[in-house]
């Protein structure tokens, strides 16, 4: 009975302990597609991956240009100002999914900075 209750004093504690742990944050920067690397007039988005290891940045091309919190949504996230930068982490239905542009934020493409994934925002795909 006391090896039973010993058994069961450390597994409540191994539980405890590792619902105090934080998990690893794997949000990932988005590769710069090929077709932006060397942009032509007719550049499209092709569905091949990308071969340059480079992070894919965005600039708004204006100012009060408009985010919103879903993909095709109304409700206004952020009021974007020209040239604001972005790192962009998904790509969806024409839009993109966006991270402020900090180049101290990144280790390779990785995100290293949980605080980070509180600022995403969508933004539709035709105006980056």
Sequence with gaps: MKHIFSLFILLTQAVWVSAQI??????????????????????????????????????????????????????????????EAFYVTEEKGGYVKLVKYNPGLLNGRKINNKKAQSAMVGSPAGNY
Excluded at 25 to 38: C, M, T
Aim: hydrophobic letters at 35%; a positive charge; zero cysteines.
């Design 22 to 83: 934080t998990l690893p944050f794997h949000q990932k920067v988005k590769a710069l597609p090929d077709a932006f690397v060397k942009p032509a007039e007719d550049t499209r988005l092709s569905t091949q991956k990308p071969t340059t290891a480079a992070p894919w940045v965005v600039f708004s091309d204006r100012d009060d240009n408009y985010t919103t919190t879903t993909p095709g949504g109304s409700l206004v996230m952020k009021k974007l100002t020209f040239m």
